[in-house]
């Protein structure tokens, strides 16, 4: 943490809150408990219990993190009666889907998954004109989730939703710590332009995707794999426009027999450009053009590391540009959880984007006149932390399509661990699927505390599945519904028994 900015309090009161910093990395420890207990108390903090600050809300509900999670909550709470204060430490809603460029939603390979709320936002996407249907009907992608969101729209869609709920948005601010007493949380405190203030709040939702304030509420969290200690790889997405994407689509279908893009996307290929409309697809590296891409090493225009990972799609509202799904930065290089290790990998990643899209200019069709039009302003973790909840899910919930009296939300989306070294996972049949409880969304230690998104309670393993945004979403929705439900009940979000609430006031119900 930065120590030199500005902080509108007494000298005495500043005083008193320099204290609790521990510092420390919970890699290599082969014990999962004592990894725990570690990992739960390495966090550089300050005490700001006696810290004279500006209280900018008080609110009934505080979320932190305006990311697919995050935002699902506030406005799912917001909707449900409760006064609601969004912080988000850009200026756009939506985390990975607005700032990372992530386009594509992965979908849940479950029929039936998307919850109310997503069901909603996919409407709005509609009118805005950006159709969230990827329109693939094959048994290679099927089930809900899948869906597109265009950014720009997506960004004016969840001001929309949140202006329309009463949601109170704080952009530009930053957490820096949290003030707990007796097991609650009473405030966050945040970095604004204005200096520290603090958010009073009877519940709190961590919607960060790092568990920052878990962490600062002291709650156990763990990080990497189990088996190697290493987080998934991060990527730096972009765009590129000034494509020609037909030509790009013929490319890879008939100069290089790609019978992946080919098989699941040439009819509505076809069909767009006989209405001479801009065609979906997308093209990745994988065995069948797999010589394409070693070409580009073996003559000295891209690195080993660079086609670790290719993929690009195209987006609709944009008729010529592609999202690209890479670079990814080798895991082995750099750390999502070290500070130092992450700024790195900013700066790796972005030669990397100039060396791929050099490549793309000069050896696919359709690229001739491309250019990178738009850089990600967040780099896309994965995975990062995650904390200990009162359930803690593994990879045998998804293998055993493990169903919950109290589940929020399903899905089937395989275990995808980006790293070919660790073992691979088996995929659920067709109409299986597991169901994620509540209780991986509430801990033991903090009663007025949920936590939602990738940072929920799970292994290395099942994050890998749970970590897509639908799921996110929904998890984000039930939290906002029983934040606001146990506000009106007087119960404690985490002694709330979500199998219980009625059925109408719940978003999910176990099947």
């Known amino acids: 943490m930065d120590k030199s900015f500005a902080i509108p309090i007494s000298r005495r009161s500043f005083m008193k809150m320099m204290g609790l910093a521990a510092a420390g990395t919970v890699l290599g420890l082969k014990d999962d408990a004592a990894r725990v207990e570690a990992a739960s108390s390495m966090i550089n903090a300050m005490d700001f219990n006696n810290a004279e600050l500006p209280v900018l809300f008080n609110a009934d509900v505080c979320v932190v993190g305006g990311g697919a999670a995050g935002t699902a909550a506030a406005v799912s709470a917001a909707r449900k009666g409760a006064k609601v204060v969004l912080v988000e430490r850009g200026i756009s809603l939506g985390g990975l889907a607005t700032q990372g460029c992530v386009f594509p939603c992965m979908p849940t390979f479950v029929e039936g998954s998307d919850t109310p709320y997503i069901t909603d936002l996919n409407k709005r996407m509609e009118k805005q004109g950006s159709s969230p249907s990827l329109g693939i009907t094959t048994d290679t992608y099927y089930g809900g989730g899948r869906s597109q969101y265009v950014p720009e729209y997506l960004a004016y869609v969840y ?53 920052l304030l878990s962490r600062f509420a002291g709650v156990p969290v763990e990080k990497g794999s189990e088996k190697t200690g290493h987080n998934q790889p991060m990527s730096l997405r972009f765009e590129m426009g000034g494509i020609d994407v037909g030509k790009v689509f013929h ?5 290089l027999k790609d019978d992946y893009t080919r098989g699941l996307f040439v009819k509505i290929v076809e069909e767009a450009l006989k209405e001479k409309r801009p065609p979906f697809f997308e093209f990745a590296k994988w065995k069948k053009n797999e010589q394409f891409f070693n070409d580009g090493v073996t003559h000295g225009e891209l690195t080993e590391d660079d086609i670790l990972y290719i993929q690009a799609f195209t987006i609709p509202g944009k008729p010529t540009v592609m999202s690209m799904n890479c670079p990814e930065m080798p895991p082995l290089g750099f750390s999502s959880t070290d500070a130092v290790s992450y700024s790195k990998a900013v700066t790796f990643g972005r030669k990397m984007m100039r060396r791929l899209a050099g490549f793309f200019i000069k050896n696919i069709p359709g690229f001739e006149k491309a250019y990178i039009s738009r850089e990600a302003s967040m780099v896309g973790v994965r995975e990062s932390w995650r904390i200990r909840g009162k359930y803690y899910m593994d990879a045998e919930d998804y293998l055993k399509a493990h169903h919950f009296p109290d589940a929020v939300c399903c899905t089937a989306y395989p275990i995808d661990i980006h790293d070919v070294k660790l073992e691979l996972f088996e995929k659920l ?27 929920a309670s799970g292994s290395f393993a099942a994050q890998a599945s749970f970590r897509i945004q639908p799921t996110c979403m929904s998890m984000g929705e039930a939290a906002g519904i029983a934040a606001a439900w146990g506000i009106s009940k007087g119960t404690p979000v985490n002694e709330i028994k979500w199998e219980e609430m009625p059925e109408e006031m719940r978003s999910y119900v176990s099947k």
């Open 429 to 455: 049949k067709k109409g299986q699927y597991y169901e994620i409880p509540y209780r991986a969304l509430v801990t033991n230690e903090i009663s007025n505390l949920l936590v939602v998104g990738r940072c």
């Open 159 to 211: 001001d929309e939703m949140c202006e329309e709920a009463g949601v109170n948005i704080l952009y530009n601010a930053s957490l820096v710590g949290a003030v707990t007493n007796e097991g609650r949380i009473v405030s966050c405190i945040l970095q604004t332009m204005e200096g520290l203030a603090r958010i009073n709040a009877k519940v709190f939702i961590d919607g960060t995707g790092d568990a």
């Open 251 to 255: 490319f890879f279908t008939k100069n």
